[in-house]
């Protein structure tokens, strides 16, 4: 029996009334309907209606243009016979829900700034952009710890890899969600990081000891539960030390019902990650792993390799009894007690109110969290009267490496630099002399765009040459001064050692972007702590593997 008035529910004896009415008025297909989160692929009335039909439980757009999203959305709730859940990825800022909206800061540029209050307004900037469009569930705030460095899915997703900070943080994310009437999930239990490959990608493993999970993970999901979050999402992820197998986390029943909802005493929503991740879909059956994802312990199921391919599965489970009407039943309540808890059961309104301008709150992060790491040569502040030629080379091969090279060229250029983008030889055999090379620059920056992904097996620096030599790679770091920032991934210093100046700014977003430069020639101070170990040595996860204080 589930008590819809302890938390995170905390209904009231009329939201208790419209769980148990809509409930009782729903038939088999309503209740199956409700498990359902899928991924909109289109804004068309016919294809909503489509998804409307089935009772789907809540629905997800990808970052969208704020007019048609919204309009998507006010569109979707009218015609829902039960109101949605409404989520969106809004780790890093309103971006990932409206595409005129605001980015904000990565987790770990949060981390770095030693402040809570700063991860307030991350869900704050995040909340009120999402909220304008229509959206009422984030799928944050990230509470893995970064322990192992060779992760290319966790990195600056994270708040860093103290347990403390992570679950300080990330009240604050949640409280500014709580006070927008909105919801938080926090994710991805049992906990990644400590895995170095990606869940996107295989059965990842969280392989702690079950002592020292419970010191580090076990303790951040017990003190974000009792704070309030409304749903845990469940990764695929195994944890075998507690569960004696390598099943996921997400259709694993003794770490769903045993240590979420027995032992941690979970008593809202459980959402799956995305189920078409490989390590979801490669566990078992499709056919039975969907059934099984709801009788092992999760509410809800979001993304679908076939939506109506999906529905049918879970029906035929529901048949032949690998999922249970009692289970069933006691998903569709919490999902029923999640919507009253946000109000939904007094109707939807999408509102229209105009995105804010949030350009004060992203210089003051930019400002608070970019990170000196190291300057050994003592090459700092970077002048254009010292330094007049620059080389500047951009790492990485990402989408957006051509607004970062023309935002660093801008700004220092502005500053008085004369600056050269590296392009890679014709022939990558091709190398300067070191007269020559010292010629024709005074200095040479590297600029990181290295994101993490999912799907991308690593987040190093791969460098465009052959056999070791061309002027993109670091030859020359004992001939010229040479530094690099980092717009992304934090963890550099372990392919590149030999360079003895370097900055994590953690996000190649243009605040981030400007305030580096800035700092780089002396244009205010280097405010930010490393939240992790930037020296890539993973002392804390060898401890913790040992259980050694």
């Not at 789907?56 to 829902?80: D, M, P, V």
């Not at 695929?236 to 032992?263: C, Q, T, V, W």
């Not at 983008?421 to 765009?449: H, M, Q």
Request: glycine letters at 8%; proline letters at 5%.
């Amino acid at each position: 029996m589930i008590d819809l008035k302890e938390a995170p529910f905390n209904l009231n004896d009329d939201q208790i009334d419209w769980v148990n009415k809509v409930f009782s008025e729903m038939d088999e297909d309503e209740k199956i309907g409700q498990l359902f989160v899928p991924i909109g692929y289109s804004t068309s009335h016919d294809y909503l209606d489509g998804l409307l039909k089935a009772h789907i439980g809540g629905l997800f757009f990808r970052s969208g243009h704020e007019n048609e999203i919204r309009s998507t959305f006010k569109y979707a709730q009218a015609n829902s016979k039960i109101p949605l859940l409404a989520p969106a990825n809004l780790e890093y800022g309103g971006t990932g829900a409206v595409i005129e909206g605001s980015d904000y800061a990565q987790q770990m540029a949060v981390g770095a700034t030693e402040n809570p209050k700063y991860a307030y307004q991350l869900g704050k900037v995040a909340a009120e952009d999402a909220k304008a469009i229509g959206i009422n569930w984030s799928f944050a705030p990230v509470v893995d710890l970064d322990l192992n460095f060779r992760s290319p899915i966790m990195n600056v997703r994270t708040y860093g890899d103290d347990p403390d900070k992570i679950i300080s943080f990330a009240k604050q994310y949640i409280n500014a969600f709580h006070d927008n009437g909105m919801m938080t999930s926090i994710k991805h239990f049992p906990g990644d990081g400590v895995d170095e490959r990606d869940q996107h990608l295989l059965t990842s493993v969280n392989s702690l000891p079950v002592s020292s999970w419970e010191k580090t993970y076990g303790k951040i999901y017990r003190s974000l539960i009792s704070y309030g979050t409304k749903s845990v999402m469940v990764g695929h992820i195994a944890f075998p030390a507690y569960s004696g197998d390598n099943i996921p986390a997400s259709l694993n029943e003794k770490l769903l019902k045993g240590l979420l909802r027995k032992e941690l005493g979970f008593n809202g929503l459980i959402i799956t990650d995305a189920t078409p991740m490989v390590g979801f879909a490669s566990a078992m059956k499709r056919e039975d792993a969907v059934p099984t994802a709801i009788q092992n312990g999760c509410d809800m199921i979001l993304f679908n390799h076939d939506f109506d391919e999906d529905v049918e599965f879970m029906k035929s489970g529901l048949k032949n009894g690998i999922l249970k009407h009692d289970r069933l039943d006691e998903a569709v309540t919490r999902i029923l007690a999640t919507k009253a808890s946000l109000g939904l059961n007094n109707g939807v309104v999408v509102p229209d109110t105009p995105l804010r301008d949030y350009k004060k709150e992203q210089k003051e992060i930019a400002d608070k969290s970019i990170t000196l790491v190291k300057d050994d040569q003592k090459l700092l502040p970077i002048s254009a009267k010292r330094y007049p030629r620059v080389l500047v080379e951009i790492l990485g091969d990402f989408a957006s490496n051509d607004r970062v090279q023309a935002r660093v060229s801008k700004d220092l250029k502005d500053k008085g630099f004369k600056v050269t983008i590296y392009t890679p030889e014709k022939n990558f055999l091709d190398v300067d002399s070191v007269k020559s090379f010292k010629s024709k620059y005074d200095l040479v920056i590297y600029v990181a765009n290295i994101q993490n992904e999912s799907n991308r097996t690593t987040a190093r620096i791969n460098w465009k040459t052959l056999y070791g030599a061309g002027n993109n790679i670091p030859w020359f770091v004992k001939e010229i001064p040479t530094l690099l920032i980092s717009f992304g991934n934090p963890y550099h210093l372990f392919d590149v050692p030999m360079v003895e100046t370097f900055i994590n700014a953690y996000c190649d977003y243009d605040h981030f972007i400007d305030a580096g430069i800035d700092k780089m020639v002396g244009i205010g101070k280097f405010l930010g702590k490393s939240p992790t170990n930037p020296y890539c040595r993973n002392i804390k996860l060898r401890k913790l593997m040992t259980n050694d204080d």
